[in-house]
């Protein structure tokens, strides 16, 4: 069995070759060996493999004694409020945004917190890889699990957080046939809101589109509606239901780094903690932002167990990624989709101004996407070149190497005066890739920036 589907801070690859009912009950075995648990809930997404997966890996926790749950199918945000409301460990078959021939799982402590590598998934790789797939300890036909699924509890927890009552702004939604549908549109009902739902219905083919809301196929269709239907703002959910992507009043979609700082702005609540987190991919335009309304920003690693126990160690009230994911204090610090839909719609009910012309402010600076370059490895090799070839901006390597320009004189061939900044770090979710962000005043200098970086690249 392949050990190459652990990575940073999820197990994830291919079905069948890479996960498969063996990788899976050896997994519910390492798993054990590891936490040593009396009990664990396992949660699900819609994929076509979540069902027999959840079987196997029930199978392998129940041959150790463990008491199973089974809370359905149902959102990571979902899993993440039922490991802290209800104290028990819980994993979530789920390969997220990827396409459908994925699979993996993500793993919860309500002790630990998220589980990544520096926390547990390494020595669940160490057991896992000294296993052995025994066929005949796996009985599907007996009842391995009990089922429960609070799910009209968690719709009032998610509703109590967010005082909105008979908003008028409309809104419409994209589940990309994943699993979140149910969930949003319990909670928006009882707030009475005015939506619209697109492909609300699971389906592990992901018919419409995949369930990677940053493609640009799985944007098309949100477009179209929200300017043909002059709707004020749209989002598009991912597979689980902790990556978004607005979009707003125009069709347009959000820069992550724009929303964040107009959360900070208008959904933050200065009398409380204030602190918020942003990876090193997201742009300064937050730490600006927040510098003026007195919050000190904390910059992590990419990836949501980096955030969510850099939230959690700062006691801070929002936290937020390149690729769409959201933290909220009251989420108990986890990822949710639904969480950063009800903000929005709070803020536009209050502001009652367009969500354009409440992020103009905040386009100070140009942000390019992200960019893609394929990883070929030498990774300590491209790191030195790149930092001789920057050495006059300020670097970090907290996540790959991330250079500041801050001094004019110190800008590429001499610019005329406002900073610039890249990142450029190794894709932990995503094997042999480079992710590229770049930011600064003037789009033809980022592409001459751009231009040496792949030079280096090559």
Known sequence: MSSNIFHDYDIRGRYPSEVNEAVFYNLGEAFWQVFKPGKVAIGR????????????????????????ID???????????????????????????????????KIYSHKRGPIDKNSGLLKIKEKFDSLNFNPGAVDLKKSIFKKHQPFDEYVRFCAKNFKISKSKIKSVIDFSNGITGREYIAVLDKLKANFTTLNETPNGNFPAHEPNPLSEESQKAIKVFIKSKKTDFG???????????????KGEPVEPSYLFSMLIDYFADPRKNKAVVRTAALSKIID???????????????????????????????????????????????????????????????????????????????????????????????????????????????????????????????????????????????????????????????????????????
């Open 235 to 249: 989002a598009v959910i991912d597979g689980d239901g902790d990556r978004i992507v607005f979009f707003d009043d």
């Open 288 to 458: 600006e932002t927040a510098k003026a309304k007195g919050f000190k920003t904390i910059i992590t690693k990419v990836g949501h167990t980096y955030v969510q126990r850099a939230m959690e160690q700062n006691k801070a009230q929002i936290g937020g990624e390149k690729s769409g994911h959201y933290f909220f204090k009251n989420a108990y610090y986890g990822d949710t989709t639904l969480f950063a839909f009800l903000a929005v719609l709070k803020v536009l009910t209050s502001a009652k101004k367009p969500l354009s012309e409440l992020l103009s402010p905040y386009k100070k600076y140009i942000i390019l996407p992200e960019i893609n370059y394929p990883f070929y490895g030498k990774i300590d090799k491209i790191m030195g070149e790149v930092k001789e070839k920057f050495r006059g901006g300020k670097i970090s390597e907290l996540d790959g190497i991330s250079v500041d320009f801050p001094d004019p004189a110190k800008l590429p061939k001499g610019d005329s005066g406002a900073s610039y900044h890249f990142n450029l770090r190794k894709s932990n979710t995503a094997e042999g890739v480079w992710r590229l962000t770049l930011e600064g005043p003037s789009r033809e200098k980022l592409n001459e920036i751009k231009k040496e970086i792949e030079k280096i690249l090559e």
């Open 71 to 105: 809370l359905g199918r149902v959102s990571t945000p979902f899993c993440v409020w039922y490991t802290k409301h209800y104290k028990t460990d819980t994993l979530v078959v789920t390969a997220s945004h990827n396409p459908k021939d994925f699979n993996g799982l």
């Open 45 to 68: 997404d819609a994929r076509l493999s979540s069902d027999t997966l959840f079987l196997y890996l029930a199978s392998g926790l129940k041959k150790n004694g463990v008491k199973v």
